[in-house]
């Protein structure tokens, strides 16, 4: 039996990819699968909370929030493979899921 709390899904815009938010490892962190449920993909790895994934609208970054880096509440986006992972700013709130504007 799997203990793990996973959820908060994002469908990537072509549809192919979804990005959700697990503790399957101990530590909450975001990965990708296909819609089947398989070729699941861990793409945070970090003693940091990574939470709330959103696809960009052209599907080419993943915005996220995390508490890596000893920032509380950080706004990050990352490529789909998690990669080139990048800091937008601290929200400074509790509970902040980025979104994307068209």
Known sequence: MNDAW??????????????F???????????TMQPDGTDVRQLT??????YGPAWSPDGTRIAFT??????????????PDGTDVRQL???????????WSP
């Open 6 to 19: 996973e959820g908060l899904p994002a469908w990537s815009p072509d549809g192919t990819r979804i990005a």
């Open 21 to 31: 938010t697990s503790d399957r490892d101990g530590d909450w962190d975001i990965y």
């Open 45 to 50: 790895a970090n003693d940091g909370m990574d």
């Open 66 to 79: 995390s508490e890596r880096d000893g920032v509380p509440w950080g706004i990050y986006t990352m490529r």
């Open 89 to 99: 700013m601290t929200s400074g709130r509790t509970g902040s899921d980025p979104a």
